[in-house]
Structures are given as structure tokens and as C-alpha cells.
């Protein structure tokens, strides 16, 4: 075993073209979600070239490799990671290949351009010469030609049989028939996912592609899946290493006591007050990076050629600072850090409006918007036209927020320019001699650099598959519903978490959402046909007209509707209490229709796919009165 760095360029290489990454029959399915794909995305932009994606960890059996032979690792650690970017690189090649760019005669005949398609088709796909006796795994016919992948997804759940059909759409292997329900699967919901979050013009799809190739991994191969796996565990057992933060604090604290003379002891409790502000390691790390960005406007704080703070510009900004100022950063940081108390730990406070708000914020998971009201909330009182200004602000981020988290846009990469823009708009407005009004903050932010998606994209995105779309965002918008059609008799915590921190409410498929579908849910909804409840719930399995919430979901699980509906448990004091659909809960007593009568989910006899579209679209127009805007 000899661990290797590589680039992505050099791990997917082009010279030679030998080396593959296959995943074995028995390794899990795809499991990426949007959150990942976002993720990626976000890391690609946010860090510099030569981001450090971990390590590869694959098995081969040394032996001598003839030049015209293929090198098939197989991947222990890894799937996950090499399957994205594979599919990554095909939306990059699909947005390269469509009419708007390569209809240009131009850009067509472009060397360079026609190198980087070139350089994208052999990172996914090799022509190989070899007979139809002589066809192993890992290589596959398609038209005349035969084809090794080098990335071969798992087999399970259709995985393989999906990327390969999304090749042959890009074009960079024959047209392959259409794999029934793809566009409901992971694979191809990746590939979506990117062709919709990836730059559409010529330089941002090259900049992109060229930070994707300089992405770094550490390639490791072992002879035997034994040796693999017992080196992947080993190197998933690590200690934990310097956050940014500490090594922050040791170069402030060191400077205090160096340039002002102030005890290292004395220095060292302040900073306590600080951390007792922010708990949470993750907190801290996104504290320093929204304090820049959110008073960079300062010439006291701004530093040449950053424009924002990043994961890995963090600490060269601090090193900076500490550099300008010592005293004065390290007293601003403790001051601003009870400021930011209060967005994210809103609960420790006296009970008010505001404070539901910024709870609402902080489920939603609209954390980006804390470098604004990091921000207002630091402003004089004096600063505002009126005294419910930040109240209303708070109410709107919640309602752009849910809009953006949901609709997926803006995108993620352009939220800290967007924060950024609207503070300095703000701030130019006070320097002028005004005062903020909520309607000037409204304005800059219904209709500014971060406008949002319209009213009819968030009701397409809430109609869609929700849960499966965005997991915590369904659970949110269920909560809501029932928070708002919820009587005193019966009005749970739906937020309340068990002594693991999990919550002790979550969501519930009505019709189940297990790959073997039971048979009497065959019957109901598909009258016995299997492949029309499958396709039924490949449809419709994951929206909101088919999600409730419950304390309950392993008592429920695959049972039938009655019973889900009906089923009670008996307490140690001998009494039946509801855990059905029957529990009393508003969420399950909304009403709505189908064919002029009227039903809840506690009172429908069945559930059949005009049952779930008839609730899905109560649902979501309830959630749109909810959040929409003041003008829309």
C-alpha cells in the first residue's frame, strides 16, 4: 500500500487511459441527495484550486499491465464522491454541447473548445477493442462499438443502467433505450440537479471544469477487499484536528500579550464569553466568516483583494486583522458574538414576536441571511425609520428563505454576495443622512442582485416531491401547516427531540415508501397492477399530499391505510390512545376534495392517487398564502 496525491485530472487521466474506477455488485446504491450535490458545488466555488476532496481507497492485484490492457480498480471508499463529479462532468459536457454554445460556428472550430470536449468524453467513457466472447464486467456494448466507463456506478437500484443512459443522451455513447422511471432515481435526479446549478456561459463552465481537475485525492490501493476495508476503518477512526477558530484565538491571544500587554490568563476568559456565545464549533467557524463579510464596508476591517470570507481565506483575513488591530478586533468579535447569540439560539430569550420569527429562521435553515441581520441587529436604534423594522425584516427572511430553500434558488454560491449588497446599500442609505424602513429593505431584496424565484416556481417546487427533493424543508412546511390549523385541545411540540437529539416527531409516508409495496396497497391504488403502484409511487410517494407527521412511524410503516388510520396502542394505565391518523393531530383534519366530496386524511376510506393530488394541492396553496409576499 502506497498512498499516492493525485488530481483529478491525473486519477481520471487522458494519457494512456488504463485506469478505471469501478464499484463492486455489492456495494450499496447511490445515496447523494441535493444537499451533497449542493454542497459540492458550494466547496468547488468557495475553497481555492486544489481542493482537498479525501482519500480513494480501491482494490487491484498487482500483476503487469500490458499497454493495451484495462486497470479496473475496484472502489471501497470513494463511490459516492467519483460518482457526482462523473455526473458533474456530463451536465458540464451537455451544457457545452447545447445549441446556445456549440450552435456558434465559431466556438465550434475553437481548438480549445473542441480539446475540453474531447478531454471530458475520455474521462467518462473508453473505447475498447475486444470480442463479444471476451466481454467482462466493467465493459459493455453499445451500437457497434464497445465501451469500459471509467467510473462505473453500483448496479443496485438501476444505478448503472441510468448513468449509462445519460451518457448516451449527452452523446458520448449511442443512443441506449430510455431505463423505465430514471428521472425519478438519484442518478439522473444528479445530472438534473447540475445541468440546472452550473454556470450557462462559455468562461463560467471552463472555470468551472478546470477547479473540478484540480480537485486533490489521496489514491490508495490494496490487493484484497480485506486489506481496503480494514485500512478504510482505520482511517475513519482520526483524531480532530485544529479548527480555524483555535488557531485564530492562539494568534490573538499571543499578539494581545506580545504588542498590548495585556495577561494571557485575562485575554483568555473574555474569549470564553465569546465561545459561551457560540457552542457549536460550526457556529463559530460561520461567525468569523459573516463577521467580515458583514462589516467589511468599514475600512478599519476591509482587507485588500477579499471580497467576502471564505472556509479557505478564513484565517489569512484574521491573521490580517489581528495584524491592523489586535484590541480592536478581538473587542469587536466579543461584542458581535452576543449579537449573534440571539439569531441562532432565539429560544434563550423572553418569548415575542421576533423571537418566533427568528426560530422560524433558524428552522427553515436560513443561515446565510445571519450576516445581514448580524448586521441590523448591530445597528442604533436611531438608525431606523421605524421601530418595527427589524421585526418585519426578520418575517421577510423567513418568507424569502422557505421560497429560496425551496425553489433552489438563488443558488447557494451567490448568497453571501447577496448579503453582502443589500449591507451595503443599507449602509450607504445611513451614511447619506436616511434611516432604514422595512419598505427600503423589502425592495432591495424583493428586487435587487438576490430577487427571488416567482410565486409560481414555488408552488411547481412545493407540488414536486418535496420530502424527497429536500427532506428538512417538507418536514418544516408540515409543521407549519399544522402550526397554523392547529385547536388548544391537541397541540403538540412537533420540534421536540429525544435524549439522542433526534426529533421525536417525524415524517410519515401515507403510502409507503419500501421498495416491496404491500399487497393490499397494490390493490388500492392500482387495482393489482404492481407496475402502476410502483410507477404511482415513484410519482407521488415523496409530495406533501402524501406526508403527515408522527411520534409513531415504526408502528405504522407499511400496515395498511386503515389500519395506519385507525391504529391505537394501550398505555400502562390500560387506556387506548390514537396514534394513527385518528390522533386529534390539525395536520391529519385538513380538509379537502375529490369528485364534490369533502375529506381529511383522518377521515378519507381510502388513499388512492386522487386522494394525494386532491390534499397535495390544498397543501401548497395553503403554504403559498403562508409565504407569499406583500405584493404578490
Excluded at 418569548?351 to 450576516?371: D, F, K, Q
Excluded at 397492477?529 to 412511524?553: F, M, P, R
Aim: hydrophobic share 35%.
Amino acid at each position: 500500500m502506497k498512498p499516492t496525491e493525485h488530481t483529478f485530472a491525473a486519477l481520471i487521466g487522458i494519457e494512456g487511459l488504463q485506469w478505471h474506477y469501478h464499484i463492486p455488485r455489492f456495494q450499496r446504491e447511490y445515496v447523494w441527495r441535493k444537499h451533497n450535490w449542493s454542497k459540492l458545488l458550494e466547496d468547488i466555488d468557495d475553497n481555492d484550486p486544489g481542493h482537498y476532496m479525501g482519500s480513494v481507497i480501491c482494490v487491484h492485484e498487482a500483476g503487469e499491465l500490458s499497454p493495451t490492457s484495462e486497470l479496473i480498480y475496484e472502489v471501497v471508499d470513494g463511490q459516492q464522491r467519483l460518482t457526482t463529479i462523473s455526473l458533474l462532468l456530463a451536465a458540464i459536457y451537455s451544457k457545452l454541447t447545447n445549441e446556445a454554445i456549440a450552435g456558434n460556428l465559431e466556438i465550434k472550430q475553437d481548438d480549445d473548445y473542441i480539446i475540453k470536449l474531447n478531454n471530458i468524453r475520455q474521462r467518462l467513457i473508453k473505447k475498447v477493442n475486444v470480442s463479444d466472447g471476451n466481454l467482462t464486467w466493467g465493459i459493455f456494448k453499445a451500437g457497434k462499438m464497445t465501451y469500459c466507463l471509467r467510473v462505473q456506478p453500483s448496479t443496485q437500484e438501476s444505478n448503472l443502467d441510468d448513468y449509462q443512459y445519460i451518457l448516451s443522451e449527452i452523446g458520448v455513447i449511442p443512443e441506449l433505450p430510455y431505463p423505465k422511471n430514471s428521472g425519478n432515481r438519484r442518478i439522473y435526479k444528479a445530472y438534473r440537479y447540475f445541468r440546472n446549478h452550473i454556470p450557462d456561459d462559455l468562461n463560467g463552465l471552463y472555470d468551472l471544469l478546470e477547479r473540478i481537475y484540480r480537485l486533490s485525492f489521496i489514491h490508495i490501493s490494496e490487493a484484497s477487499q480485506s486489506k481496503a476495508f480494514l485500512l478504510f476503518e482505520t482511517l475513519n477512526y482520526r483524531g480532530v484536528p485544529l479548527s480555524a477558530i483555535d488557531i485564530i484565538k492562539n494568534k490573538m491571544l499571543s499578539t494581545l500579550e506580545s504588542k498590548y500587554a495585556i495577561k494571557i490568563d485575562d485575554a483568555y476568559e473574555e474569549w470564553q464569553e465569546l465561545l459561551d456565545n457560540l457552542p457549536e464549533e460550526s457556529d463559530q467557524d460561520r461567525f468569523l466568516r459573516q463577521y467580515y463579510n458583514a462589516f467589511k464596508f468599514d475600512p478599519g476591517i476591509k482587507i485588500e483583494k477579499i471580497t467576502r470570507a471564505t472556509r479557505s481565506n478564513i484565517i489569512v483575513v484574521y491573521e490580517s486583522l489581528i495584524k491592523k488591530d489586535a484590541k480592536q478586533i478581538f473587542n469587536e468579535l466579543i461584542e458581535k458574538a452576543q449579537v449573534y447569540n440571539q439569531l441562532i439560539d432565539p429560544e434563550e430569550y423572553p418569548s415575542s414576536t421576533m423571537n418566533t420569527s427568528l426560530v422560524n429562521l433558524e428552522r427553515i435553515g436560513a443561515v446565510p441571511s445571519y450576516t445581514f441581520l448580524l448586521y441590523l441587529f448591530s445597528l442604533d436604534e436611531r438608525c431606523f425609520a421605524e421601530s418595527n423594522a427589524k421585526e418585519k425584516t426578520v418575517e421577510l427572511m423567513c418568507k424569502y428563505y422557505f421560497r429560496r430553500n425551496i425553489t433552489d434558488y438563488p443558488n447557494t454560491r451567490d448568497l453571501d454576495a447577496i448579503n453582502i449588497d443589500l449591507i451595503e446599500k443599507c449602509q450607504t442609505e445611513i451614511s447619506n443622512g436616511g434611516k432604514i424602513s422595512y419598505s427600503f429593505i423589502s425592495d432591495v431584496v424583493l428586487t435587487g442582485k438576490g430577487q427571488p424565484s416567482t410565486i409560481d416556481s414555488l408552488e411547481e417546487s412545493l407540488a414536486d416531491n418535496l420530502f424527497e427533493n429536500n427532506e428538512g424543508m417538507a418536514r418544516y412546511a408540515l409543521a407549519r401547516l399544522n402550526e397554523t390549523s392547529n385547536s388548544k385541545e391537541y397541540a403538540p411540540n412537533l420540534w421536540a427531540r429525544n435524549e439522542k437529539g433526534l426529533y421525536v416527531w417525524t415524517v410519515e409516508h401515507v403510502f409507503p415508501q419500501g421498495r416491496n409495496i404491500p399487497a393490499d396497497w397494490v390493490d388500492m391504488t392500482a387495482n393489482g397492477d404492481k407496475e402502476e403502484a410502483k410507477k404511482i409511487q415513484g410519482e407521488w410517494v415523496h409530495c406533501l399530499g402524501n406526508l403527515t407527521l408522527s411520534g409513531y412511524n415504526s408502528k405504522l410503516s407499511n400496515q395498511s391505510f386503515s389500519k395506519k388510520q385507525q391504529k391505537s396502542v394501550v398505555n400502562v394505565f390500560g387506556n387506548k390512545i390514537h396514534i394513527g391518523y385518528k390522533n386529534g393531530l390539525a395536520l391529519n383534519n385538513i380538509e379537502f376534495s375529490t369528485n364534490g366530496n369533502v375529506h381529511s386524511l383522518a377521515t378519507v376510506k381510502e388513499w388512492t392517487q386522487e386522494h394525494i393530488e386532491a390534499r397535495n394541492k390544498t397543501l401548497v396553496a395553503m403554504l403559498i398564502k403562508l409565504f407569499k409576499f406583500d405584493n404578490e
